[in-house]
């Protein structure tokens, strides 16, 4: 199964740290992806992370990696009006070319 | 250049149009690909091109037609298509033209059928 689940929204106050959340199924994804998308555009690819490492860190983005639990999360610091967008989950598996999604995560920054 | 270009921007076509999307990418990537994103939703896959050859058709309706003229660009030709084909066309492309690449985005045609 390539079942991909993330919460749906997410509220946050300008300046605090966000997490996104997600959960995978599948046991032999090898790479798990975040991405961002603002009204009315395409997909920007933030960051991804290969399945054999914990955490992966770039500026104010973290990803942390839980295998065992297949639980991956995105915290961002100091969190701008700017990230206000839906997050994307994704992974992709060996022998494959899709990617599964997850549904999207709506976070709103308010001031 | 480090960016995946889509024209139109916006596309409104009748039912019995013909009209086609265009995609196109310098990055020197062997792989792309066509998806299709409905509002508030994830992008669904409808076509891979792997080193300008189809890979994978996620068994879409002929009234879409993909073609991959060279490495560096991409079309999706469209004929008579539903009021429910009405949604956000996505290109992506990706380094190796294999699976495990990271997928680089366009940013959309937004297609409207009438």
């Known amino acids: 199964g390539e079942d991909v689940e993330q919460s749906l929204f997410l509220s946050v106050r300008e300046g605090d740290s966000s997490v996104i959340n997600c959960t995978y199924t599948?046991?032999?994804?090898?790479?798990l992806y975040w991405y961002k998308q603002e009204p009315g555009a395409g997909l920007q690819l933030l960051t991804y992370?290969?399945?054999?490492?914990d955490m992966k860190q770039d500026q104010r983005l973290t990803v942390l990696l839980n295998k065992k639990d297949k639980h991956l999360s995105l915290r961002i610091a100091d969190t701008q009006t700017g990230d206000s967008a839906i997050y994307f989950c994704?992974?992709?598996?060996?022998?494959?070319?899709?990617?599964?999604f997850g549904a999207g995560t709506t976070v709103t920054v308010r001031a | 250049d480090t960016e995946v270009t889509q024209t139109p921007k916006h596309l409104v076509m009748g039912m019995t149009n013909k009209k086609s999307l265009k995609c196109e990418q310098h990055?020197?990537?062997?792989?792309m690909y066509w998806y299709k994103q409905k509002a508030k939703k994830p992008p669904e896959l409808m076509f891979v091109?792997?080193?300008?050859?189809?890979?994978i058709n996620e068994s879409v309706p002929s009234r879409f037609s993909p073609e991959c003229p060279n490495s560096s660009l991409l079309n999706l030709h469209l004929h008579a298509l539903q009021p429910e084909d009405s949604a956000l066309y996505l290109c992506?492309?990706?380094?190796?033209?294999?699976?495990?690449?990271?997928?680089?985005f366009g940013p959309g045609t937004r297609l409207t059928v009438t």
């Open positions: 992506a492309s990706s380094p190796q033209g294999r699976e495990l690449d990271e997928q680089y």
């Open positions: 599948d046991s032999s994804s090898t790479y």
């Open positions: 992370i290969f399945s054999n490492m």
């Open positions: 994704a992974e992709s598996v060996t022998n494959d070319y899709k990617l599964s």
């Open positions: 990055m020197g990537h062997r792989a």
């Open positions: 091109y792997s080193y300008e050859k189809l890979s």
